[in-house]
Structures are given as C-alpha cells and as structure tokens.
C-alpha cells in the first residue's frame, strides 16, 4: 500500500486537526482496535531534526476513524512561510505503514 500525498497548510498559534478514515483496498474500514500505535512529525526535511509531532485520539477503531492534531504548543514551533515535510505512520501488529505524506506550510498570525 503506497502512503496518500495530501499537503496541509496549517495556521500558526492555533490548534489544526483532520479526521482520518482509514480503509482497505477493497474500500473496507481497517479495524485499528487499541494495539495500534499511531506517529506523525514534521521536518524541514528527511534528514533534519523532528520540528513539531502530531497527536492521535481515536474517534471509532472499529470504523478505522481517528484525529489528527497539531495542538496549540506544536504550531508555535513552526515558523511562518515556511514548507516542511511530514509523514504518518500506522503501527498495527508489528506491521508499520506509512498512512500520509505531504508538505505543510504555516502561515503567520497576527492576533497575539
């Protein structure tokens, strides 16, 4: 299974979040259940220091749905007008896949 590109913007000193809908080939919920092990950061690039990390909450495990955020404190590590590189990874049964792939730009805040 090859990771979905989906590029974020995100806004700065504010907390972002998605729901993810996890699904199989044949469109099928992925049952995630409570052995899975969710992980996303934010880089400038692969090979340079985790920026920010994101925060999974389970919504529905058996209908494969689950929150992804980048709280308050992990946006105020970003800097404005500038692209990083993020992924997320699923970790179910000793299997790790690679959910989600893209870039991130923060935009800037005024309001302080």
């Known amino acids: 299974m090859f990771a979905a590109t989906y590029n974020l ?6 907390t972002w979040s998605m729901v993810l809908t996890l699904k199989d080939p044949s469109g099928a919920a992925i049952n995630y259940t409570s052995a899975a092990n969710f992980t996303g950061h934010v880089r400038l690039a692969y090979s340079t220091a985790k920026v920010a ?19 308050v404190a992990q946006t105020l590590l970003l800097t404005p007008d500038t692209d990083y590189q993020y992924d997320v990874f699923l970790d179910l049964s000793s299997v790790k896949t690679k959910l989600l792939t893209g870039s991130l730009t923060c935009r800037a805040n005024i309001t302080r």
């Open 9 to 14: 913007t995100v806004d700065r000193a504010s």
């Open 53 to 71: 990390e994101f925060t999974f909450t389970a919504i529905s495990a058996a209908n494969g749905t689950v929150s992804m955020t980048l709280p």
